[in-house]
């Protein structure tokens, strides 16, 4: 029969190893909602780029406001800056293929408004295609952002998951102890 002194070592090296153990996997865990967070705050500002470049557009074609192209195009170029400059994270919750037609739609976005600027002529059809590519544009990034909201919501969850399973080995190891 194990002395008093031993049953007590063993439960706090127990407790101590599960600790431990506990804190690395915390650890690990408040990392990766890090990574999410960040990824987050890329889709977050890309969104927020797009629905500026609409805005502005709406400036452009509803009030004539002379300002509005030049913060079209402003706003155009931030969002493929964004998704040049966080193509990391971006990737992570989205398909390399969404985000090349993303890309692709914006730049064809930029050269219509390219033509906005040179052609008077052709404005009405292409304020038209102009509109058209500009919904294309949201509808992809409304996508990407609802794909990045539901890859956070599971790792909270994920992280809650980790946490109870954490409380209930900790109570199990305590009455374990308790009961030597």
Excluded at 13 to 28: D, E, K, M, R
Excluded at 41 to 65: I, P, T
Aim: proline share 1%.
């Amino acid at each position: 029969m194990p002395s008093l002194r031993g049953k007590i070592r063993l439960a706090y090296s127990s407790l101590a190893l599960i600790v431990i153990t506990l804190c690395g996997i915390a650890v690990f865990d408040l990392m990766f909602l890090e990574r999410q967070v960040h990824e987050g705050v890329a889709v977050s500002d890309l969104n927020n780029a797009v629905l500026e470049m609409r805005r502005q557009e709406k400036n452009l074609f509803l009030y004539g406001d002379p300002n509005a192209l030049g913060d079209t195009e402003m706003h155009a170029e931030a969002a493929l800056a964004i998704l040049q400059g966080e193509h990391a994270a971006l990737s992570t919750v989205s398909t390399t293929q969404l985000l090349t037609t993303l890309a692709a739609s914006i730049e064809a976005y930029r050269a219509m408004l390219a033509n906005w600027r040179e052609q008077r002529a052709l404005r009405n059809n292409l304020e038209v295609d102009l509109r058209e590519q500009g919904q294309q544009i949201s509808a992809l990034v409304d996508g990407i952002a609802r794909s990045e909201r539901l890859a956070l919501a599971n790792a909270v969850r994920k992280s809650r998951s980790w946490l109870l399973l954490s409380i209930v080995a900790v109570g199990v190891l305590v009455f374990l102890v308790l009961s030597l």
